[in-house]
């Protein structure tokens, strides 16, 4: 499913506990905009760097989470047995299970930096 930009904005600025109208003079505009803004499923990136600093949250990290979400569909198989659902992914050929995948994945992040 694709990020929608203006309801994880909308999702963080209720968890911030700002009033409406402290966060659209922040945001140097409107309390309308900032309704407009919620309704939006894109933004400029210099608005969404304001918006991240005001509300402290790295609203560019989700676009790097939905994209790798996106490019795992492929991948990922479902599978139930006795009431339990596992995940499996597939790789190079080889299944094995997100846990596995996640880890191997951190150990390749962990060697690059």
């Known amino acids: 499913m694709a990020l929608h930009i203006g309801r994880e904005i909308e999702i963080r600025y209720k968890e911030s506990g700002l009033k409406l109208s402290e966060f659209a003079k922040r945001l140097n505009t409107s309390s309308r905009n900032v309704y407009d803004i919620f309704e939006r499923s894109e933004i400029k990136t210099d608005q969404l760097e304001r ?63």
Do not use: C
């Open 51 to 113: 918006i991240s600093k005001i509300l402290n949250f790295n609203f560019f990290s989700l676009y790097q989470a939905s994209g790798v979400q996106e490019a795992l569909v492929p991948y990922v198989t479902r599978k139930e047995k006795n009431n339990t659902i596992s995940i499996m992914v597939e790789l190079d050929g080889q299944e094995s299970t997100l846990n596995q995948w996640f880890h191997k994945l951190t150990l390749i992040n962990k060697a690059m930096n």
